[in-house]
């Protein structure tokens, strides 16, 4: 399963979704399910926005741990 660690690094930058969703330009609803990790996608385009944004690598948003199903 890999998990979206948004609002760890929101709050490493100390940033709220709202100043978020203005730099990036991305919707407020869309950031909220990345951010409650109910996402079954992200483009490239839009992860990338995003590290630019938290000055951050795709690794430090997203983990992965086995399932056990």
């Given at each position: 399963?890999?998990?979206?660690?948004?609002d760890?690094?929101?709050?490493?930058?100390?940033?709220?979704?709202?100043?978020?969703?203005?730099?990036?330009?991305?919707?407020?609803?869309?950031?909220?399910?990345?951010?409650?990790?109910?996402?079954?996608?992200?483009?490239?385009?839009?992860?990338?926005?995003?590290?630019?944004?938290?000055?951050?690598?795709?690794?430090?948003?997203?983990?992965?741990?086995?399932?056990?199903?």
């Amino acid at each position: 399963m890999i998990t979206i660690n948004l609002d760890v690094m929101l709050a490493k930058r100390k940033m709220s979704l709202t100043e978020l969703s203005q730099i990036v330009g991305i919707t407020m609803a869309n950031l909220s399910i990345l951010k409650n990790d109910k996402a079954k996608a992200v483009r490239f385009s839009t992860l990338a926005a995003i590290c630019q944004a938290l000055d951050c690598q795709p690794g430090d948003l997203l983990s992965y741990a086995a399932t056990t199903e």
